[in-house]
Nanobody, 119 residues
Framework: QVQFVESGGGLVQPGGSLRLSCTTSGIIFRLYAMSWYRQAPGKQRELVATITTNGITTCADSVKGRFAISRDSNKNTVDLQMNSLRPEDKAVYYC?????????????WGQGTQVTVSS
């Protein structure tokens, strides 16, 4: 059974930091590219950051230089370090795992964790 447990969300003041963590089970973690997405009220879900199976990272322009994604293959976790948070970063953040094997896409999602940036 595939299960993702996300943690680390909450309320933070502008300029503050949070670290999101996603602990996975039920997948062969090393085979999956891991990403964080977010969805703000009334907006479409957007990709925030991705880390490939080889450890290559990419970030959305809106968070570049402020957010960093990392993975730990011993713990089967993926983290998102968020610094210099802004009110526009407020959203529900989702952990995602994706793998393409034999032309079949395997796509799994966490339940989401709320991040609120407000003074």
């Amino acid at each position: 059974q595939v299960q993702f447990v996300e943690s680390g969300g909450g309320l933070v003041q502008p300029g503050g930091s949070l670290r999101l963590s996603c602990t996975t089970s039920g997948i062969i973690f090393r085979l999956y590219a891991m990403s964080w997405y977010r969805q703000a009220p009334g907006k479409q879900r957007e990709l925030v950051a991705t880390i490939t199976t080889n450890g290559i990272t990419t970030c959305a322009d809106s968070v570049k230089g402020r957010f960093a994604i990392s993975r730990d293959s011993n713990k089967n976790t993926v983290d998102l370090q968020m610094n210099s948070l802004r009110p526009e970063d407020k959203a529900v953040y989702y952990c995602n795992a994706r793998s393409v094997t034999n032309n079949r896409v395997y796509d799994y999602w966490g339940q989401g964790t709320q991040v609120t940036v407000s003074s």
